[in-house]
């Protein structure tokens, strides 16, 4: 198999404070995770690729001393949302791609954040 | 700049019906093309993957059909159930292996 599991699986907190995400692979090794974002009734949106050991890649638009990610082993990815604000309430979804040439991407079951 | 459109954006059928989900994407130079299951607040299930020399997959009592040449895939659901209602999410990656997502189809089967 490929399970990937994210924790918490939902988590409210305040305006202002720091909420960390965790991606993991359950049963394989990943060099590579990625991190999506989803609004309700809106297609995922790539925020940021996870690389193993090393700076993560983000896509346009997503600040990178907001979102802040560390992958600091082959099973392990997080993502911290800093002083969090009502707009970045959303869920947020981490895939995990195995080493190696295969590209497919195995999806946790997401986090729903909201922020108060 | 590929964009993957779903339709339609809701659907809502008795059940036992055979029903198709239809996907379209502008750019036909993808590597693969995957469908999955999104359930209410959850994560998403995988349920076919269409490589892009592929025509089709199936799996159960789902099909899956790929024509690159017009840039569409269908999804075909036999039978349907209940436990089928979720959101079926299209799925493109680029050569470059980025995922490109439609919005998906809403789906209520209902008893």
């Known amino acids: 198999g490929a399970v990937v599991s994210q924790h918490p699986s939902w988590v409210i907190c305040k305006s202002g404070t720091s909420v960390k995400i965790e991606c993991r692979s359950l049963?394989?090794?990943?060099?590579?995770m990625f991190w999506y974002r989803q609004f309700p009734k809106q297609s995922l949106m790539l925020m940021a690729t996870?690389?193993?050991?090393?700076?993560?890649?983000?896509e346009q638009g997503v600040e990178k001393d907001k979102f802040l990610i560390n992958h600091a082993s082959l099973t392990l990815s997080t993502l911290t949302v800093t002083s969090a604000h009502p707009e970045d309430s959303s869920f947020y979804i981490c895939?995990?791609?195995?080493?190696?040439?295969?590209?497919?991407?195995?999806f946790g079951p997401g986090t729903r954040l909201t922020v108060t | 700049k590929q964009e993957v459109t779903q339709i339609p954006a809701a659907l809502s059928v008795p059940e036992g019906e055979n029903l198709v989900l239809n996907c379209s994407f502008t750019?036909?130079?993808?590597?693969?093309l995957q469908w999955f299951r999104q359930d209410p607040g959850k994560g998403l299930t995988s349920l076919l993957l269409i490589q892009s020399s592929q025509r089709e997959q199936t799996s159960g009592r789902l099909n899956a059909s790929l024509d690159k040449s017009s840039g569409r895939s269908t999804l075909y659901i036999a039978a349907s159930q209940p436990g089928d209602s979720a959101t079926y999410l299209c799925?493109?990656?680029?050569?470059?292996?980025?995922?490109?997502w439609g919005l998906g189809t809403s789906l209520a089967v209902n008893p």
């Open positions: 799925v493109t990656a680029g050569n470059n292996r980025k995922l490109i």
């Open positions: 049963d394989f090794q990943a060099t590579t």
């Open positions: 750019d036909s130079a993808i590597y693969n």
């Open positions: 895939s995990a791609k195995k080493t190696g040439i295969s590209y497919e991407q195995y």
């Open positions: 996870s690389n193993e050991g090393s700076k993560a890649t983000y």
